[in-house]
C-alpha cells in the first residue's frame, strides 16, 4: 500500500529500506513502525521524511517574508483574484469560496480573501508589528481600494520565502510531491499547480505499474515519475526567480521595458491563454 506521509508529526524518524521485501520502513521513537510499498513525503518544506532518507535540497534565501491572513472586504470579489506589483514585493487577494470556520453569516458569501503580501525582510518585519487597524489600512492602500474598505483581519502570520530543490524526488520505494520536494516564490501562484502535478503523476504512474503488474515501489516507476516533474519544477523555479528580479528593476529604462513588455503580453491572447493552461497544470 501507500503511506502518505503529511499524517507524520515525528522529528525522532528513521527510515530504511527492505529491498528484499520491497518494503519502505519508518520507524519512530516511541517504538512504532510503519511499513509501505511506496511511502509519498507530502509533509512540506521542513520534510522529516526527506531528511530521514538523506535527501539533500538546495536552498537559496528571497531575503522575502510573506505576510498571510484572511480578510473581510467591503465589495465582493466576484471570484477574481487581484495582484499588485510593488517596489518591495507583490501584494495577492485571493478569494475564497466560503468562510465556514469564522462563522459567516448570509450575505457576506464572496466578501472573504486569503491574501499573500510578499515583502522585503525589513519591510514585512515592520508591517507585522502594525496592529490590526493600522495593518488593515496599510492593506486597503496597497490594493488601491480595488475591494473597497478592508474590514477585518484574521490569524496573521509573517513566514520567511526561500527556494528550495530536493537533490532527488525518489530513494527506494519513496517518492517526495510537493514543498517537501521544491518550493519557490508566491509571486505568481505556482506552487499549488507544481504540487497538483506532482501528486497527479505519482498517481498515474501508480496506475500505470498497477496495469503492468509492477510494484508500485518499483525502481523504474519511480525514474519515471522523477524524468516527468524535476526538470518541469526547475524550469518553474527558475521562471520565479527571474520574475522577482525582474520585477525588484528599479532603473527607469527597465521599468519602462518591463511593463510594455507586460502590456504587450496581456494583448496577445494566442499566447496567453496556453500558458494560463501551463501554469494551471494542464499540459494537453
Known amino acids: 500500500g501507500v503511506v502518505a506521509s503529511n499524517a507524520i508529526d515525528s522529528n525522532a524518524m528513521q527510515s530504511e529500506s527492505d529491498d528484499a521485501n520491497g518494503l519502505r520502513i519508518l520507524r519512530f521513537a516511541s517504538g512504532a513502525a510503519l511499513q509501505a510499498q511506496l511511502v509519498i513525503a507530502a509533509d512540506g518544506a521542513q520534510s522529516v521524511v526527506r531528511d530521514a532518507v538523506g535527501i539533500n535540497s538546495q536552498e537559496r534565501e528571497y531575503d522575502h517574508h510573506a505576510l498571510v491572513a484572511t480578510v473581510k472586504v467591503e465589495k465582493p470579489h466576484k471570484q477574481i483574484a487581484y495582484q499588485r506589483f510593488s517596489k518591495t514585493g507583490p501584494l495577492a487577494f485571493l478569494p475564497l469560496n466560503s468562510l465556514e470556520d469564522l462563522e459567516s453569516t448570509e450575505g457576506e458569501v464572496g466578501h472573504y480573501c486569503s491574501i499573500v ?98 510494484p508500485i515501489g518499483h525502481q ?65
Open 117 to 214: 503580501w510578499s515583502q522585503k525582510s525589513e519591510q514585512a518585519a515592520a508591517l507585522a508589528n502594525l496592529n490590526d487597524v493600522e495593518f488593515m489600512a496599510a492593506l486597503q492602500i496597497a490594493i488601491e481600494s480595488r475591494l473597497g474598505k478592508v474590514e477585518q483581519v484574521f490569524d496573521r502570520k509573517m513566514i520567511p520565502l526561500a527556494q528550495r530543490h530536493a537533490s532527488s524526488y525518489v530513494a527506494p520505494m519513496l517518492a517526495l510531491i510537493g514543498d517537501a520536494a521544491h518550493t519557490l516564490h508566491p509571486l505568481a501562484g505556482q506552487g499549488v499547480n507544481l504540487s497538483f502535478a506532482d501528486a497527479k503523476a505519482v498517481f498515474d504512474e501508480i496506475y500505470r505499474a498497477e496495469q503492468r503488474q509492477l
Open 220 to 284: 523504474s516507476v519511480l525514474r519515471r515519475y522523477q524524468r516527468q516533474r524535476r526538470t518541469h519544477n526547475a524550469v518553474a523555479i527558475a521562471a520565479m526567480k527571474g520574475f522577482k528580479e525582474l520585477f525588484e528593476l528599479q532603473h527607469p529604462a527597465a521599468v519602462v521595458t518591463r511593463n510594455m513588455g507586460m502590456r504587450v503580453f496581456d494583448g496577445l491572447s494566442f499566447i496567453k491563454r496556453p500558458l494560463m493552461r501551463i501554469a494551471a497544470g494542464d499540459f494537453s
